[in-house]
């Protein structure tokens, strides 16, 4: 059984940085795994995706620069560093687990487990 727990999210002022952690149970190696933030009216936007390995990274254009996803497979956790906050960071943060890299890395309807989220907000 899959299961995905995110921790790290807290509440920053304009500038911070978090690591966002996503502990993952019940995958193994194929399995894809990517982070992804939604704000209340929004869709679900893809961020970032690795395999387990760190091969097959995939970042959104939004975010380039600013986020780095890296995973440690003894661990089977895949951590998500945000640099250089800001209020439109604030959102919920989720992690979602694929069987295969999907076609499109970033698009939420590819994967097939999910996490509950955990939520930053940023102030200014």
């Known amino acids: 059984r899959v299961q995905l727990v995110e921790s790290g999210g807290d509440s920053v002022q304009t500038g911070g940085s978090l690591r966002l952690s996503c502990a993952a149970s019940?995958?193994?190696?194929?399995?894809?795994v990517g982070w992804f933030r939604q704000t209340l009216g929004k869709e679900r936007e893809g961020i970032a995706g690795?395999?387990?390995?760190?091969?097959?990274?995939s970042y959104g254009g939004s975010v380039k620069g600013r986020f780095s996803i890296s995973p440690d497979s003894r661990k089977n956790t895949v951590y998500l560093q945000i640099d250089s906050l800001n209020p439109e960071d604030t959102a919920m943060y989720y992690c979602?687990?694929?069987?295969?890299?999907?076609?499109?890395?970033?698009?939420?309807?590819?994967?097939?487990?999910w996490g509950q989220g955990t939520q930053v907000t940023v102030s200014s």
């Open positions: 019940g995958i193994y190696g194929g399995y894809y």
């Open positions: 690795t395999y387990m390995d760190g091969h097959g990274k």
């Open positions: 979602a687990a694929a069987r295969a890299r999907p076609v499109a890395p970033l698009n939420r309807q590819h994967y097939d487990y």
